[in-house]
């Protein structure tokens, strides 16, 4: 038989305005096209050394062990809890929508007894119910999620949680997946012990890598771990070799991916955090100002809000996926779908990153004006 004559692809354009990933800025698109280099070249360790350094000043921390895992945000999640937990530990997870679920889901499967505290998508933890839970039991840890992608809420008082968890003897992980670049994180300054990310949102990097920072209280229970970690490519112990001094071969890091996520940080460095922020901040409530102009109705309340990513109900008179699909199909605009629970009910418009920009607020609110009018 003749070999199928396929064409090279040619990725559309999109205005990338969805829960991630974001548009990459053209120099990091442009990192990704450097050659390969061997993953122990003397550049590309330099390379290593520099990303390592660009991440801890954006998770704002002086952690030494501070990483991109090789993956997405999910490969940051699961070393977040794999490296912590052993078989028959208990753990606590604040549920407030999809991703605090991926989290009770990965818990239970390295081993981990796992309590939930929970509340419905769109609303955030309280500090009283997770004293409450955290009283009930010896947890070995507590995960929060800091902004929950598929609801838009933030959750605040994280440093009153750290506190919390560490008066009860447990570390406090923390979700920054859609967070980091983009809202202050400031694990330093808030005792967060492990944070974790993704290179595709806020930092508006290629997606495949996992930013994870690990604090002193972390990296003891590392070392004085009875078992092995459940899981041989996320075991935090043995990828440091390779990134700190010993630099031991341990998987082939992507190394493109790593180029990509250079160039995005120093990006973020120019910029400045707190420019960042504000920009951020600034954008999101000209979204939120613009939607509620049109009679739209924000999923959460102004206080728990975002600003990375927006939730806003579906009109009864609209049909989520025709407005989603004309979003793309006319405009070249990409927003998110709702996801479990609120799958149909919401749209979510992200502003992440380099997606974070005044024009496309204008654009997309222009858009949504002129596709919900003509019905
Ligand atoms: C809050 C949060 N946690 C975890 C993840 C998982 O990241 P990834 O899809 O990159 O694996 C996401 C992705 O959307 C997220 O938003």
Redesign the pocket.
Known sequence: MEPKPFKAFKAPERILLG??PSNMPASVSQALAMPVIGHLDPAFLMIMDEVQEMLRATFQTKNKLTIPVSG???AG?EAALANFIEPGDRVLIGVIGY?GE?MVTMAGRYGATVDRIEVPWGQVLDLGEVEKALAKNKYKLLAV?H???SSGAQQPSIKEMAVMAHKHGALFVL?T??TLGGIPVEVDARDVDVAFS?S?KAISAA?GLAPITVGARGEEILNKRKTPVGSWYLSLSEVQKYWGKERTYHHTAPIQLNYALHEALRLVAEEGLEARFARHQRNAEQLWKGLEELDMELLVRREHRMATVTSVKVPPSASHDLVKKRLLEDYGIEIGAGLGQLKGQIWRIGLMGHSSQRKYVSLVLAALREILASG
Do not use: H, K, L
């Open positions: 829960p991630g997405t945000g999910s999640m991703f991926r999620v902004g929950e992608t979700d997946v859609a993704g595709q997606p």
